[in-house]
């Protein structure tokens, strides 16, 4: 089964040094693809996209660039898939993105972009040969009214011509293979389309706050009480505990969906390779044997 890791562009000199450590440590293991994501402000913003542009040409590795329609003109979007492509990428992973500084307040269409991800399938696809993917929510979109909604509007995302889509992370297994039902049911041609589901290693409390604020859910009870348990009464939360039964879950919850024919598993890293690499190891996985830091 194949695996990919997920990257978030850095912030300053000593991040992009970080970053580049795990990515050479990744690219030792062979992932099937590494995913940068696309973040809001400017700056972040042309860092991401020569990060990205570094990822295609300095190293072996496919690099899929995420791209949102944030606080982007179609004009400015076509630009900077234009620079993607100028760079050797070929993979868009392609999504709304949230308002910048409040992910949950209310959505603002940019007057010369596009409401839905769905739009910027189509003119990623219409600039030439690019794989497109889409995101895919296994508790539904929290903007979504219904999940046979969040259905319908990704099966439309897929029509428009995306290839496959990558979930958002979950902690209950059961939330994937539910979405995957549904989608298959929905729409059994767009449903064939591969559903990479995206996993999060915890590697302390502090982490779970972490996973929270981005799937926008909090963990299941079952989930928080293993890692509470392993926390104890020990005055500094037992931090080495915490961390090993959050390696532990991460890698049940892999080896189930391995069992459960997912078609690859996309690790977020945090541009840490340590821990997505236990996990790794502990399912069996080839990995070379090399320092690994942090
Ligand atoms: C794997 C993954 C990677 C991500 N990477 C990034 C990233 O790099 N940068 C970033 O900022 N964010 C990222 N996100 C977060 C994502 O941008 C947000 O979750 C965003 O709110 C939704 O994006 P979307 O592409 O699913 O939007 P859409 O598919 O456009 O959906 C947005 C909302 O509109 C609804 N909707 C869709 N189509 C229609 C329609 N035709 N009519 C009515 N309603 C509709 C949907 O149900 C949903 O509620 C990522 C999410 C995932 C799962």
Not at 58 to 75: F, G, K, Y
Not at 81 to 108: C, F, K, T
Not at 214 to 239: E, F, I, M, Q, S
Request: charged share 25%; glycine share 8%.
């Amino acid at each position: 089964m194949p695996f990919s890791v997920e990257f978030n562009p850095p912030r300053d000199a000593p991040a992009e040094a970080r970053l580049w450590r795990a990515v050479r440590q990744f690219e030792r293991m062979h992932p099937a693809f590494v995913s940068m994501t696309y973040g809001a402000g400017g700056s972040t913003r042309d860092r991401t996209v020569r990060v990205t542009g570094a990822l295609a040409q300095e190293t072996t590795l496919l690099p899929v660039a995420h791209l949102t329609a944030v606080e982007h003109s179609v004009a400015e979007l076509r630009s900077l898939v234009g620079s993607y492509a100028d760079s050797g990428i070929r993979n868009i992973l392609v999504l709304r993105g949230d308002p910048p500084g409040d992910p949950l307040g209310a959505w603002q269409r940019h007057p010369d972009g596009v409401e839905y991800a769905e739009e910027l399938v189509r003119i990623v696809r219409d600039l030439g040969d690019f794989h497109v993917g889409v995101a895919s929510f296994p508790q539904g979109h929290h903007r979504s009214p219904d999940l046979d909604s969040d259905t319908a509007f990704l099966a439309a995302k897929l029509r428009a011509g995306a290839e496959y889509s990558i979930t958002q992370m979950f902690f209950d297994v059961e939330h994937y293979l539910r979405l995957r039902d549904r989608v298959q049911k929905f729409d059994p041609i767009e449903g064939a389309k591969p559903i990479i589901p995206e996993l999060m290693p915890i590697t302390s409390l502090r982490t779970v706050a972490r996973a929270e604020e981005l799937c926008g859910r909090t963990l299941p009870p079952a989930v928080l009480a293993r890692l509470h348990k392993a926390a104890g009464d020990a005055p500094d939360g037992n931090p080495a505990a915490v961390r090993e039964a959050g390696i532990e879950i991460a890698t049940e919850m892999a080896q189930r969906l391995i069992d459960e024919g997912a078609p690859c598993l996309h690790f977020i890293t945090l541009n840490f390779a340590k821990a997505t690499t236990e996990v790794l190891t502990n399912l069996g996985y080839g990995v070379t044997a090399a320092p690994i830091s942090a």
